[in-house]
């Protein structure tokens, strides 16, 4: 296509085909078998859809926990599909999944759906769907206190390197008191005691499971009350042990800020809600620590446009994503409007958070065009000021914005 064609089509072109990496999702390598979640049943009982579905159906919790993985999923279907228009975020999902995959999905009832799924291989179906998705990598989420996952990595299975780790340490910072005893368990001599000698039995952990997961970064999800510099487990842990360990192995922090855990715990992994964080916690953090590198993404619409800023001020932080609740349409538009008017393209945009592969195909294919009709809308601006840009410097910032940005920042 030649550079007089309309700039939103060279835009949506150039983006379409650059390879995404995803940087954060809750897949896992295609050996962990049982842990890669695939398939329509899957896609339903994705627990966006079952928070929603709850709203539509009066079917008790325990009756909904209780049944089936594919009962559950004819309970969602009917609720959120056939009873009501599928217009949510993740509703339309399913449909743009389906219909990348060949599937009309008016002409299928689940039983034919599920035939549909049943005759893949999971190995080509990773295949189709990577391919589809046009995602190079996808960011693992591993965490050393799942003992599933523990089996898999100590199976030292063949691994594909498309599936990159990264060290989840929620369990360590916000758990202490229940990590102390497993890391002691596990041939690390922390005291319960927070002193140098547990911090460098911590850094010993966080040293060998980065070696053994293969993590090109550690990442926590955080509550909106964090505070730092503070008193309490956390806030030592941070200073003595990961920020440390970051250091040592040139890898930045990955920050999840703002999410109230078991608001209703009903609705088990679904019950998960928002809050505001007090961002001042973060500019300590990168004003402290300059020598260390956050990644951090908000889950608050609110905490959005202090992030930004927050950013302007120190280049030892990188905004990604668009997070869960503000992975909506509406909110990456305008995320990531304020985000290029305010950094330009040093940020990374999005991140799948994928739970199900298939997943991938809908989560890209909505953010890339979301993402390139903000960037087309801004190369309009420059062109109106003289500034044409060319397919090349398209090529260049689509290339930074879908992982290169992130992998700099990474040190990779
Ligand atoms: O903590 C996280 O990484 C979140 O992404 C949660 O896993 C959440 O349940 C989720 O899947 N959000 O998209
Ligand atoms: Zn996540």
């Known amino acids: ?70 009962e559950q999923a004819d309970f969602i279907w009917n609720a959120l599909f056939v009873e009501h228009s599928p217009v949510s975020e993740a509703c339309r999902g399913v449909l743009t999944t389906l219909n990348a995959l060949g599937i009309e999905p008016r ?6 759906l ?36 523990r089996a898999y990595w100590n199976a030292n299975l063949p691994r594909d390197a498309r599936f990159r780790g990264a060290l989840r340490i929620d369990p360590l910072i916000l ?20 002193n140098q000698a547990t ?45 440390p360990h970051c250091r040592d192995h040139g890898q930045p922090f990955a920050l999840m800020m703002g999410v109230k855990r078991a608001v209703n715990p009903l609705l088990r992994m679904a019950g998960d809600g928002v809050g505001r964080s007090d961002l001042t916690a973060l500019q300590n953090l990168c004003s402290a620590n300059p020598a260390n590198r956050f990644a951090v993404t908000c889950l608050a619409r609110e905490n959005q446009h202090e992030l930004v800023v927050l950013a302007r001020k120190f ?62 809308r801004k190369y309009e601006t420059l062109e109106a000021a003289g500034w044409a840009v060319t397919d090349a410097e398209i090529q260049r910032d689509a290339t930074e914005l879908l992982g290169g940005g992130f992998a700099r920042f990474c040190g990779l």
């Open 175 to 194: 758990g202490w008191t229940e990590a102390a005893p497993r890391l002691r368990r596990w041939g690390y001599a922390v005291g319960n005691e927070l």
């Open 107 to 112: 002409k299928h009832d689940l039983a034919s």
């Open 114 to 149: 599920r035939k549909w799924f049943a005759a893949w291989k999971p190995a080509d179906f990773v295949e189709r769907v990577l391919s589809l998705a046009n995602v190079a990598s996808v960011g693992m989420t591993n965490s050393p206190f799942d003992d599933e996952e």
């Open 1 to 70: 296509m030649s550079s007089s064609a309309p700039l939103s089509a060279r835009v949506e072109r150039i983006l379409a085909a650059t390879p995404v990496h995803d940087i954060h999702t809750h897949l896992y390598d295609p050996a962990f078998s049982s842990l890669l979640s695939w398939g329509i049943d899957e896609q339903l009982t994705y627990h966006y859809l079952v928070s929603e579905s709850f709203r539509q159906m009066d079917v008790p919790f325990d009756r909904f926990w209780s049944a089936s993985k594919t």
């Open 315 to 376: 280049r030892n932080l990188h905004p990604f994503g668009c997070w869960w609740f503000t992975n909506t349409p509406q909110l990456i538009e305008e995320i990531t409007t304020m985000r290029l008017e305010l950094l330009g393209t040093s940020f990374t945009p999005q991140h799948s958070d994928a739970r199900v592969l298939d997943q991938l195909i809908y989560k890209w294919q909505h953010s890339r065009a979301l993402i390139g009709r903000c960037l087309a």
């Open 199 to 243: 911090a460098d039995e911590v850094r010993r952990f966080l040293a060998d499971y980065t070696r053994k997961y293969g993590a090109s970064y550690c990442m926590v999800s955080l509550p909106p009350t964090l505070s730092y510099p503070a008193a309490g487990e956390t806030a030592w842990l941070i200073d003595h042990a990961v920020l």
